[in-house]
Nanobody, 115 residues
Framework: QVQLVESGGGLVQAGGSLRLSCAAS????????GGWYRQAPGNQRELVAA???????NSADSVKGRFTISRDNAKKMVYLQMNSLKPEDTAVYYC?????????WGQGTQVTGSS
C-alpha cells in the first residue's frame, strides 16, 4: 500500500503563487509515474500535470507556462509550483502516483484563487 498526503493549498489572490507538496509513504521505493489532478465543484476531475517513467512531463493547456511539476525521489515527494494563479484555478488538487498497475490518490488540498 502507498499513502499520499498533500499540503500547501490555501487562498491566494489572482496573480499569486502556491507550491503544493505530496509526500508518499508505504510500499514505494521511488516515484516513477504520477501527477496532479484537480476537481472543481460540478466538474470532473482533470489532469493538471503529470510525469512518466521515462521522465517526460505534460500539462494541461490551461496551466502551461504557469504550473510546473517536479519530484524528489530521495524524499519521495512530488511538487506542483503554481504561478500566476487565476480564479478559474480554484479546485481541490489531488496527488496521484501510478505504481504496479495501481493508481494511488491523496485526500486532496483546496486551492482558491480570489479575484
Amino acid at each position: 500500500q502507498v499513502q499520499l498526503v498533500e499540503s500547501g493549498g490555501g487562498l491566494v489572490q489572482a496573480g499569486g503563487s502556491l507550491r503544493l507538496s505530496c509526500a508518499a509513504s508505504g510500499s514505494i521505493f521511488s516515484i516513477n509515474a504520477g501527477g496532479w489532478y484537480r476537481q472543481a465543484p460540478g466538474n470532473q476531475r482533470e489532469l493538471v500535470a503529470a510525469f512518466t517513467s521515462g521522465g517526460r512531463t505534460n500539462s494541461a493547456d490551461s496551466v502551461k507556462g504557469r504550473f510546473t511539476i517536479s519530484r524528489d525521489n530521495a524524499k519521495k515527494m512530488v511538487y506542483l509550483q503554481m504561478n500566476s494563479l487565476k480564479p478559474e484555478d480554484t479546485a481541490v488538487y489531488y496527488c496521484n502516483v501510478y505504481l504496479d498497475h495501481h493508481n494511488y490518490w491523496g485526500q486532496g488540498t483546496q486551492v482558491t484563487g480570489s479575484s
